[in-house]
């Protein structure tokens, strides 16, 4: 699902900031609002990067494997 080499860094990246922000790595609310927007751009680009249906999959199998 992430063959492409581009996929696979920007899915390392969004998986960055998300513990970032679950982790609460931030000293401002201001900073959090910045790692909220690297998100939604991170996870933009992913869809755009992997299509819509294949990042719908690869998302429902990440979350079955871990729940």
């Known amino acids: 699902m992430l063959e492409k080499g581009n996929s696979r860094e920007i899915f390392s990246q969004l998986l960055d900031v998300n513990w970032s922000i679950e982790n609460k790595e931030y000293k401002s609310q201001e900073e959090r609002n910045e790692l ?9 680009g992913l869809i755009k990067e992997m299509g819509i249906e294949e990042y719908t999959k690869f998302m429902k199998l990440g979350r079955e494997m871990f729940s």
């Open 36 to 44: 909220n927007k690297q998100y939604y751009i991170l996870n933009s």
